[in-house]
């Protein structure tokens, strides 16, 4: 496994209220295009309809067994999350995780 500098990471976010502005496609391209440049890429999808994780193949993310809200309860249970458990792994070498808020990961 390769060593990353923390000093060396950078946040790029992709935000608007409005829907259907092309948040998912520019966000895809560009975390493409710097994984293309040999750089690591974290997808985070916090869309409540999880479009971006959808638009990179995942076409049922209700059923995926880890995500944002499943790892936000664990911290909240004071329960260990395992390195790289939530992460998806597209073949086009970007990495995603997804929030997929349900009742079942937040409920206590």
Same mark, same amino acid.
């Given at each position: 496994m390769s060593s990353y500098n923390?000093?060396?990471?950078?946040?790029? #976010? *992709? *935000? &608007?209220?409005?829907g259907g502005v092309g948040k998912s496609v520019t966000s895809t391209n560009l975390g493409i295009g710097h994984t293309r440049r040999g750089l690591k890429v974290l997808i985070v999808d916090l869309d409540s309809q999880a479009s971006q994780t959808v638009s990179l193949g995942w076409r049922v993310p209700d059923d995926l067994p880890?995500?944002?809200?499943t790892q936000i309860s664990k911290i909240i249970d &004071?329960?260990?999350?395992?390195?790289?458990?939530?992460i998806l792994q597209h073949a086009e070498g970007v990495d995603l995780? #997804? *929030?997929?808020w349900c009742a079942s990961a937040t409920t206590r």
């Open positions: 923390i000093t060396d990471c950078r946040v790029i #976010s *992709v *935000v &608007n209220q409005k880890t995500t944002i809200a &004071n329960k260990p999350i395992e390195p790289l458990e939530g995780i #997804s *929030v997929i």
